[in-house]
């Protein structure tokens, strides 16, 4: 097994077991009949007790599995396939609230809640506030000093488990005045904190997560001691800017694992359906768009891979590298569904029968473009720093280190730390483009290099307009030419990184062409591939298929049998 893939992703596969036995508690058809009932799936659940999940997102120093944030996403990829909302609602919502404790480093506090997760506990992030969505700086929600003590006054509003977390990560106004330091972040302790203040909002309605605790909570005057601030008081703000670049990096790279499922379910429906006296899988519009999917999931796990490592390589242009994660792989997600519910017709909306959980995955799905951070949202931070990267790095600066591209390369420990709220003008990851140039190049890749050279024309046209951005055209009052600066940019990241997997690829499919070119070539334009590229990507495919293998970067078998364990 390829190192980026821990081995014990096989120990959760044969624990969830095969989807498709229908006596299985915890396969295809228990997980629909909960979405029906807008439940979790409870056997879901204590499975991920037995296999010890919580442990994923506890950093070893308090006793935990957190080494490597891309063994992280395998394992969730696992759970994402068979019920994203059980991904979500079991430990996704203690992953994010856990990073911001981690990130904010304050001792005792992070090793009480460490103990609690790997007890099976939960932890809730209560940032979001309904008025004002992504403007964490607006939040309402205040923490009054009161003495000794601190007095919450606010509600937080569609927020994961937030009925049945033990403890509760909330942001709140510390300081009336506004700036970066009038927030904090307040970790209270539920079941020790007097409930008569406290009051639960109803459950939020949904169309996606059905199963997931959306809910909410209405402080008044609730007292808690002034020591449960994490970091200096008015961090707050810093510390979540900076524990968003892990989240919004893992986050829609665990998704894939959803996207997986929804194409495997396409090719099962569609070689068994007959259209125009064949099968419908053989017709070439049909197998065209499969295979472009397969190509955008590629796509999609690449870049993933890539700003995950540079959350352990590169952490000071993290800033940057999460956003343009976000973004870009969140839309490849959404646009393949798409395209795909459009293949099955009928069937993509059908709640009973074979494709029905191709309609829970279309639903669960979505939030992977607005939830915990919103796309645009990833668009406004990138802009500000578009003409400092122009001018230092992009042309002229240091290439990134090989570790980064080489998925299979041991990762140093992540440090917090480093992270950074900007950049400061570094980006390794474009400057390697020039480098990679620079370097010699096997014959056979001539059609490569060309594409390269392209993007290299693109990147110095950029750099330029970038670098003459004005500062009035920085924020979120930007022209819409702006914003496309910063989707182009983004888009240029995503072939960078997928070029650059491919050359220091070991694995024999990803160091061959064909993925490549298939993956940049979607990203100039969502069009049928040349011939003998969508020949080779949909052998590939339906090998996959047929030998029960991830369509994604890992190749991974997904089920393992007791059998086929011995």
């Known amino acids: 097994m390829t190192t980026f893939v821990p081995r014990r992703v096989d120990d959760l596969e044969r624990l969830l077991g095969d989807p498709a036995d229908p006596t299985n508690p915890v396969g295809t058809r228990a997980v629909l009949e909960a979405d029906e009932r807008a439940e979790m799936l409870e056997a879901g659940e204590k499975a991920l007790h037995v296999f010890g999940l919580n442990a994923e997102f506890v950093p070893p120093e308090y006793g935990g599995r957190l080494t490597r944030v891309d063994h992280l996403v395998e394992v969730m990829r696992a759970v994402h396939r068979r019920d994203p909302a059980l991904a ?68 937080k509003e569609v927020v994961t488990n937030i009925r049945r977390a033990q403890d509760l990560l909330v942001l709140a106004r ?20 007097p409930g008569a203040g406290i009051r639960d909002l109803p459950r939020f309605l949904s169309v996606g997560m059905r199963g997931v605790q959306l809910g909410g909570l209405e402080f008044t005057g609730v007292r808690v001691p002034a020591t449960a601030v994490l970091g200096p008081t008015g961090a707050g703000l810093e510390i979540a800017l900076k524990a968003l670049q892990i989240t919004r990096t893992a986050l829609p790279a665990m998704a ?56 352990h390589l590169v952490p000071g242009s993290a800033s940057v590298y999460s956003a343009a994660v976000k973004y870009a792989v969140s ?20 709640r009973g029968g074979p494709t029905a959980i191709f309609q829970k995955l279309l639903r669960d799905l979505a939030p992977v473009g607005f939830g915990h951070i919103a796309r645009a949202a990833c668009q406004m931070s990138v802009l500000p720093q578009l003409p400092l990267l122009a001018r230092r790095s992009w042309l002229t600066g240091d290439s990134a280190p090989a570790d980064l591209f080489a998925l299979d390369a041991a990762l140093p420990a992540l440090r917090y730390d480093r992270l950074a709220l900007h950049a400061a003008g570094r ?23 060309a594409v390269a ?6 990147l110095t046209s950029l750099a330029g307009a970038c670098a003459a951005l004005p500062m009035t055209e920085l924020g979120v009052d930007a022209p819409p030419e702006a914003y496309d600066l910063a989707d182009r940019y983004i888009a240029l990241l995503g072939r960078i990184s997928c070029l650059q997997v491919r050359r220091h690829a070991t694995d024999p499919f990803l160091a061959d062409s064909p993925w490549l070119l298939a993956a940049l070539h979607r990203s100039h334009r969502n069009t049928p591939l040349a011939g003998a590229v969508e020949d080779a990507l949909h052998r590939e495919l339906l090998d996959r298929f047929h030998s029960h293998r991830s369509f994604g970067l890992a190749a991974r078998t997904l089920t393992l049998r007791e059998e086929n364990a011995r």
Do not use: C
């Not at 330091?181 to 079941?191: E, P």
């Not at 997600?333 to 993509?348: I, P, S, T, W």
């Open 453 to 458: 050279e392209t993007d290299l024309a693109e």
């Open 427 to 449: 980006d390794p990851l474009a400057a390697s483009l020039a480098a990679a140039l620079d370097e010699p190049w096997d014959s056979s890749d001539r059609q490569l290099r």
């Open 174 to 193: 510390t300081d009336p005045r506004p700036g970066p330091r009038s927030h904090s972040l307040v970790l209270v302790d539920r079941a020790s904190t």
């Open 331 to 350: 839309k490849v997600l959404l646009d393949a569904m798409d395209r795909l519910a459009e293949l099955l017709g009928a069937h993509f909306y059908l």
């Open 256 to 311: 894939t694992g959803g996207l997986d499922t929804a194409l495997r379910t396409a090719i099962a429906h569609l070689s068994s359906r007959t259209l125009y006296g064949g099968a419908a899988i053989d017709i070439p519009h049909v197998r065209s768009v499969l295979v472009g999917v397969f190509a955008d999931l590629l796509r999609a796990e690449a870049i993933s891979a890539v700003g995950i490592r540079a959350l």
């Open 88 to 155: 979500l609602g079991y430990g996704a919502s203690s992953f994010i609230a856990g990073v911001n404790i981690w990130t904010a480093s304050p001792g005792e506090q992070a090793a009480r809640v460490a103990r609690s997760l790997l007890s099976g506990g939960r932890v809730a992030v209560a940032f979001h506030e309904l008025a004002h969505g992504n403007d964490m700086a607006g939040t309402e929600f205040t923490a009054a000093a009161d003495g000794a003590d601190l007095l919450l006054n606010g509600r």
